[in-house]
């Protein structure tokens, strides 16, 4: 079975000590084998900011597949973000701004769906669609198909519809034709796993917390999922378990648990 940790909006820089320890504990305890973060690994994308967050996750001995979030373009220096926008975030997590992991039970596709003339708005561009679609057609029936963005694909309450991804409409249509099972997300700072409707297969939105910073919501903890599919687990099933931080437990605990079912029917190996 394949066990994924996703991590959204750390923000390091508002980070908490106590729960970024946590998390750390959380990871060795369930032992994913690939860790997702989905954006805004930073709060103001200062240097420093950007290497408490490698340190984190070179805690962890796990894979990492990262794709930018918008506090990850410098806000102030107007120069940096304008003409080397992405220069802090390679030196911390490489050049790929949209990386790709392959394994026999994954398929998980990076998009960078950030913008140096905007501030937080994310888009997505035509070009960008078609690439993931190429690459969701290439998969095997045996790999979940994710699709990792920052900006959330769809939304649960009207108050967080002008945050959603500029071009979400196109992309969800093109990447459901083309084998899509889930797309993470995070941006908004709140949780969810919601069904996405009218499209060709069935997909499904899988939005994280803020996994580490002080940056929550009223009445949302810090939070993580954790998903698991593949051989050992029930056939055809994906689990998506969201742990939440538990201030008087010192620790992350599960508090939700959804479980999807992605069409496989027509696909070939």
Not at 43 to 68: G, H, K
Not at 86 to 104: C, I, K, M, N, W
Not at 126 to 132: F, M, N
Request: charged content about 20%.
């Amino acid at each position: 079975m394949t066990v994924l940790l996703q991590v959204s909006d750390p923000h390091f820089g508002t980070e908490r000590p106590t729960v970024v320890d946590a998390l750390t504990e959380l990871a060795r305890q369930q032992r994913p084998g690939l860790v997702v973060l989905s954006g805004d690994i930073t709060q103001r994308a200062r240097p420093a900011q950007f290497r408490a967050a490698r340190a984190f996750t070179d805690r962890l001995s796990v894979p990492v597949l990262a794709v930018p979030g918008n506090h990850d373009i410098p806000l102030f220096d107007l120069w940096t973000r304008l003409r080397r926008p992405y220069t802090r975030y390679a030196a911390a997590f490489g050049t790929d701004l949209e990386p790709v992991h392959r394994s026999q039970d994954l398929l998980v596709v990076g998009v960078n769906t950030t913008r140096a003339r905007r501030h937080k708005d994310g888009e997505i561009s035509p070009p960008q669609i078609e690439r993931v679609a190429a690459l969701l057609e290439g998969a095997t029936a045996t790999q979940l198909r994710v699709v990792v963005v920052h900006q959330p694909i769809a939304v649960t309450r009207d108050d967080d519809l002008p945050n959603r991804l500029h071009g979400h409409d196109a992309s969800l249509q093109r990447w459901a034709t083309a084998g899509a099972d889930l797309v993470m997300g995070g941006h908004i700072h709140l949780p969810y796993v919601m069904a996405l409707k009218n499209l060709a297969r069935p997909m499904w939105a899988v939005q994280a917390g803020t996994a580490v910073s002080t940056r929550v919501r009223p009445g949302v903890p810090n939070s993580v999922n954790l998903l698991r599919w593949g051989q050992d687990s029930t056939p055809g099933l994906c689990q998506i378990e969201q742990w939440d931080y538990a201030d008087e437990a010192g620790a992350f605990v599960l508090t939700t648990v959804s479980v999807v079912l992605p069409a496989r029917v027509g696909v070939e190996d």
